[in-house]
């Protein structure tokens, strides 16, 4: 079992930038893949990053060289730090979790994933 506790979000101007964290509780997070996915008002939930227990990362192509996920297992912690926002970054930004050392074959699909936490609203304004 986990519980996911999403903060960091909040309101930015264009080009700026904040850092989402997600702090863990269970055994055994060091060994779960780790997701951020975000959901806008009326759109489908989608993945952003996803991480695997040793590292190895993954994004959507729209966030590329703008967003970078990290984790610090000693803290069992992830984070999602979000570089030149932009507008339709804005969204409910969650935290999930993957009973597995790696993210699996479709590591930005919110199917995979078992635990969610209560997400962290990001808004991004002209």
């Known amino acids: 079992q986990a519980q996911l506790v999403e903060s960091g979000g909040g309101s930015v101007q264009s080009g700026g930038s904040l850092r989402l964290s997600c702090a863990a509780s269970?055994?055994?997070?060091?060994?779960?893949?780790m997701g951020w996915f975000r959901q806008a008002p009326g759109k489908e939930r989608e993945g952003v990053a996803a991480?695997?227990?040793?590292?190895?990362?993954i994004y959507r192509d729209s966030v590329k060289g703008r967003f970078t996920i990290s984790r610090d297992n000693a803290k069992n912690t992830v984070y999602l730090r979000m570089n030149n926002l932009q507008p339709e970054d804005t969204a409910m930004y969650y935290c999930?979790?993957?009973?597995?050392?790696?993210?699996?074959?479709?590591?930005?699909?919110?199917?995979?994933?078992?635990?969610w936490g209560q997400g962290t609203q990001v808004t991004v304004s002209s």
């Open positions: 999930a979790a993957r009973p597995a050392v790696t993210y699996g074959r479709e590591p930005l699909n919110r199917y995979m994933y078992s635990y």
């Open positions: 269970g055994d055994s997070y060091s060994r779960y893949s």
């Open positions: 991480i695997d227990s040793i590292g190895g990362t």
